[in-house]
């Protein structure tokens, strides 16, 4: 990892660019990587960024345009004449197109559909109907397709003959004459195989394939429990319609747990790099958020307001109430955040319920008991007797610690079941369940702190 | 994704062990990933599990072995002999047998390095020798090496000679006389060129390298940025001492974005499946983070205790206090969440340490400002009119607004400075920030809001 490398490409590509010294430029970018060229057209005017652009060579320019910044495209798009778009288009893969004209505005994807050859254009269609985070909406339909009777020959040939516009040529896919999927054929089979081997008698007629509508996420998880490098995508009929490779599951990947930091954080994710993204972006994905869990600290501020006279009377107790709630929240935050991946990664299924409801139970007794003891004796000997605080005597310290006892219980308890219950009625159990769970949590430690008060120092 | 039929593979395979029926289980079993066959040896005993393994072919049994659960690795050499040790020794690549190696008692070691060939022996104590979540302890040594005066037909000879005991032959690396990484082939070059072709001619030689000692989460990262299949470590020197493949770099991405979930919800990383996690080892995992964060309560408890007789005086403003510190709270974690994320996926670095800490305080000013308008809105509509709260006036109104204001904005901007200098000095940002944060942010809203209370509404 060349971090002082990489700083100085970009340093030296924007010194050269200052001088328009562009011969050099091409010199020093040439054989860069797509992600590093647009590291440098990031911190460029987009006028400079179509001259960079006009320097590649023309597979790198389609690799560098297909990671590009979206507003960055659709500017060199309006840039380029006819002919250069063409060009661009011909190099493009299907599942890349279907993917640029997703962000485009309707009249450069009008002007793409113009230029694209008509296969192109049918096959994009095609591919911009299945609905966004389906297996069909990240797949590719260039992939290389072999027949059962072809011998190991036939195969090198014909990847000699179309590899080329294929997005991987290390695992081939053997259809029936229905189109059906009935096996895989992998190169390093075909490299080490006899040549007049037959296709039939190579392949791996065991073959896990998706179906167009599946989940990207629980796809991009198969990828890391198989380790494959690409996977079949089916149709009903269990017809290949495309293929989906491991570059794009990684992003997948990245994608969602992304999107599941932003949901635990009570924050709506942000697309760009931190840097990237402006106050206002982040303002818009956090503000809903504070307000919501503003309206539920209402409730424990009613059922405060519902004690005053009693808090009044043995104020000590005020004091403790941060901790109480304090102990009650965490409790069930680390709850439900593992539960939560749990579903997230597939782990857990809603018929183990009662299985998560029971073990986070048993953690809760175990936690629970330690905290009781933990906050009897801190309240004796660091409130009563360090501190002085007079007021903290022997049932004080056991009401607080028998409050922070069933707290812990029940947000444990409830961390498990809500997020559970969300998935069963077909909502997100990180979005519904944090800012519920929070609430009833926080009322619940309330209620119990007071309900506890009450039976043993009687106040009332 | 057949969820239907992985469920009934299981299933019937543990029909199958029942009724002692191994012949068709074999005929089961003997061509399934081994992913879904260790998913069977994890429902059946150790003892059902050797036999399962012994239906295997010898390829297969290698893969499910080096997947497998390490109790039922342990379980499995000690019912060896030596000469099926021998076998399976044989299968494996020399990361596997270092990683399995790291796992095993100290005398199942020695009986593994004893079987062991002198070249696995030599190359797994190379392997052994790496720092955990360093690029060489994840590296594989078997990769096909080239020479840059070879042509396109030797390398394909050399392929079929050796590709066999390669952990991937789709990328190529090409090394001088010295071992010095010079370029890369990919099997995709070689398939689509001219057999007689010299390899310097079709070799890619802008090659991007990692280090041993590079840290393995950045490494993952760089396959997600390049999309590559596969990465070369080279040593101090630029000498070429092993590969990466991309399925290793996921598990890396896994394995670090569960251990950042679970840090974010306080508590430890636990490294099995949730439902093959006992109560006990989440009770360890769980529980110091509790305690600890008890104690950061105890701060809040003696500001409170503290303004007990202010308090007292003016009572409705205990109820306002969760919903202060609430909001604290939120606003903190929504930052240091984006912020470690940021710096774990090296979106952030130190150099952009102001940047980022002016970004927070303009998104800090945009949610402060609503929520000031919110708070003193809501607690003049709700808490005043609606349930005739007559303690609640204007001027307690705007001493929580403003509470409110001042809190989001210490809140946010402590929350991105912390998160930067534990990661400076050296310190793991979420583990050391996340508490330290709560504790200041919770001390801060107490002494915020009764500061606030002390200047408007003259509490003493």
Same mark, same amino acid.
């Given at each position: 990892?060349?971090?002082?490398?990489?700083?100085?490409?970009?340093?030296?590509?924007?010194?050269?660019?200052?001088?328009?010294?562009?011969?050099?430029?091409?010199?020093?970018?040439?054989?860069?990587?797509?992600?590093?060229?647009?590291?440098?057209?990031?911190?460029?005017?987009?006028?400079?960024?179509?001259?960079?652009?006009?320097?590649?060579?023309?597979?790198?320019?389609?690799?560098?345009?297909?990671?590009?910044?979206?507003?960055?495209?659709?500017?060199?798009?309006?840039?380029?004449?006819?002919?250069?778009?063409?060009?661009?288009?011909?190099? &493009?893969?299907?599942?890349?197109?279907?993917?640029?004209?997703?962000?485009?505005?309707?009249?450069?994807?009008?002007?793409?559909?113009?230029?694209?050859?008509?296969?192109?254009?049918?096959?994009?269609?095609?591919?911009?109907?299945?609905?966004?985070?389906?297996? !069909?909406?990240?797949?590719?339909?260039?992939?290389?397709?072999?027949?059962?009777?072809?011998?190991?020959?036939?195969?090198?040939?014909?990847?000699?003959?179309?590899?080329?516009?294929?997005?991987t040529?290390y695992t081939?896919?053997?259809?029936?004459?229905?189109?059906?999927?009935? !096996?895989i054929?992998t190169?390093?089979?075909?490299?080490?195989?006899?040549?007049?081997?037959?296709?039939?008698?190579?392949?791996t007629?065991?073959v896990i394939s998706v179906?167009?509508?599946?989940?990207?996420?629980?796809i991009a998880l198969l990828f890391s429990k198989y380790g494959f490098i690409a996977m079949p995508v089916?149709?009903?009929?269990?017809?290949?319609?495309?293929i989906i490779t491991v570059d794009d599951a990684i992003?997948?990947?990245?994608?969602?747990?992304?999107?599941?930091?932003?949901?635990?954080?009570?924050?709506?994710?942000?697309?760009?790099?931190?840097?990237?993204?402006?106050?206002?972006?982040?303002?818009?994905?956090?503000?809903?958020?504070?307000?919501?869990?503003?309206?539920?600290?209402?409730?424990?501020?009613?059922?405060?307001?519902?004690?005053?006279?009693?808090?009044?009377?043995?104020?000590?107790?005020?004091?403790?109430?941060?901790?109480?709630?304090?102990?009650?929240?965490?409790?069930?935050?680390?709850?439900?955040?593992?539960?939560?991946?749990?579903?997230?990664?597939?782990?857990?299924?809603?018929?183990?319920?009662?299985?998560?409801?029971?073990?986070?139970?048993?953690?809760?007794?175990?936690?629970?008991?330690?905290?009781?003891?933990?906050?009897?004796?801190?309240?004796?000997?660091?409130?009563?007797?360090?501190? #002085?605080?007079?007021?903290?005597?022997?049932?004080?310290?056991?009401?607080?610690?028998?409050?922070?006892?069933?707290?812990?219980?029940?947000?444990?308890?409830?961390?498990?079941? &809500?997020?559970? &219950?969300?998935?069963?009625?077909?909502?997100?159990?990180?979005?519904?369940?944090?800012?519920?769970?929070?609430?009833?949590?926080?009322?619940?430690?309330?209620?119990?702190?007071?309900?506890?008060?009450?039976?043993?120092? #009687?106040?009332?």
């Amino acid at each position: 990892m060349d971090e002082t490398n990489e700083q100085s490409l970009v340093e030296q590509a924007l010194a050269l660019i200052e001088e328009r010294k562009f011969a050099q430029l091409h010199d020093l970018i040439h054989e860069e990587n797509a992600a590093d060229i647009n590291e440098i057209i990031d911190e460029v005017t987009p006028e400079q960024g179509v001259i960079i652009y006009r320097l590649l060579p023309k597979e790198l320019a389609a690799e560098v345009f297909v990671e590009m910044d979206p507003d960055m495209q659709e500017f060199l798009i309006n840039a380029f004449s006819d002919a250069e778009l063409k060009n661009v288009l011909d190099e &493009l893969y299907y599942d890349d197109t279907a993917d640029i004209i997703e962000e485009m505005p309707a009249n450069v994807v009008k002007r793409i559909l113009r230029t694209a050859t008509p296969e192109m254009r049918k096959a994009v269609n095609e591919l911009l109907k299945y609905p966004e985070d389906s297996a !069909g909406s990240i797949m590719t339909t260039e992939f290389v397709r072999l027949k059962k009777n072809y011998t190991v020959e036939d195969s090198l040939d014909l990847i000699r003959k179309v590899g080329i516009d294929k997005e991987t040529i290390y695992t081939c896919y053997v259809t029936d004459d229905k189109s059906r999927l009935i !096996g895989i054929v992998t190169a390093k089979d075909l490299l080490l195989s006899p040549l007049q081997n037959n296709i039939e008698n190579i392949m791996t007629d065991h073959v896990i394939s998706v179906s167009t509508l599946d989940d990207q996420e629980q796809i991009a998880l198969l990828f890391s429990k198989y380790g494959f490098i690409a996977m079949p995508v089916v149709d009903n009929e269990n017809r290949l319609v495309g293929i989906i490779t491991v570059d794009d599951a990684i992003d997948v990947l990245q994608e969602e747990t992304e999107e599941d930091f932003a949901k635990m954080a009570a924050t709506a994710p942000t697309e760009t790099d931190y840097l990237k993204t402006s106050p206002f972006v982040f303002y818009k994905a956090r503000i809903p958020w504070l307000l919501l869990l503003m309206v539920s600290a209402t409730f424990t501020g009613m059922i405060i307001s519902n004690y005053e006279t009693s808090l009044a009377a043995l104020p000590v107790l005020t004091a403790f109430i941060p901790m109480v709630m304090g102990t009650g929240g965490n409790s069930g935050s680390q709850t439900s955040v593992t539960v939560i991946r749990g579903i997230s990664l597939g782990e857990v299924e809603f018929k183990d319920f009662f299985k998560v409801v029971l073990k986070e139970l048993s953690v809760a007794v175990l936690c629970g008991l330690t905290l009781f003891a933990a906050t009897t004796v801190k309240l004796l000997l660091v409130d009563k007797l360090l501190l #002085h605080n007079d007021a903290v005597d022997f049932t004080v310290a056991i009401t607080v610690g028998l409050t922070v006892f069933a707290t812990t219980i029940c947000a444990k308890v409830i961390a498990a079941m &809500l997020p559970q &219950l969300a998935k069963k009625i077909g909502l997100d159990p990180a979005v519904l369940s944090s800012p519920l769970i929070t609430t009833i949590v926080d009322a619940l430690s309330l209620l119990i702190y007071f309900g506890m008060a009450t039976l043993i120092l #009687h106040i009332a």
